[in-house]
């Protein structure tokens, strides 16, 4: 079994910030990518920001220069700074990450998602 777990959602005041962090554990043997996406009401799940296994990250075009994703391969921890937040950013964010099992090979996890509401 393998598991993703979010944490640091919450309620923000526009330009405020919060840190979202998620974490991977049970029996894996090692992570690949790692990112975080958000679904806000009626809308599809989009992609937020997403790092490798070597730290190269990449951004949506509308958190560039807000949002810092980071990871601590040591403890199996993907976070997201997200700063200057604006009530469009409202929504619940997900973990995702590609897993190395032993036995099962490389598969795509999804964490239980954590509300991130942003007040005008």
């Known amino acids: 079994q393998v598991q993703l777990v979010e944490s640091g959602g919450g309620l923000v005041q526009a330009g405020g910030s919060l840190r979202l962090s998620c974490a991977a554990s049970?029996?894996?043997?090692?992570?690949?990518?790692m990112a975080w996406y958000r679904q806000a009401p009626g809308k599809q799940r989009e992609m937020v920001a997403l790092i490798s296994v070597g730290g190269s990250a990449n951004y949506a075009d509308s958190v560039k220069g807000r949002f810092t994703i980071s990871r601590d391969n040591a403890k199996n921890t993907v976070y997201v700074q997200m700063n200057a937040l604006k009530p469009e950013d409202t929504a619940v964010y997900y973990c995702?990450?590609?897993?190395?099992?032993?036995?099962?090979?490389?598969?795509?996890?999804w964490g239980q998602g954590t509300q991130v509401t942003v007040s005008s």
């Open positions: 049970g029996s894996l043997s090692g992570i690949n990518n």
């Open positions: 995702n990450a590609d897993i190395f099992r032993t036995g099962l090979g490389l598969r795509n996890y």
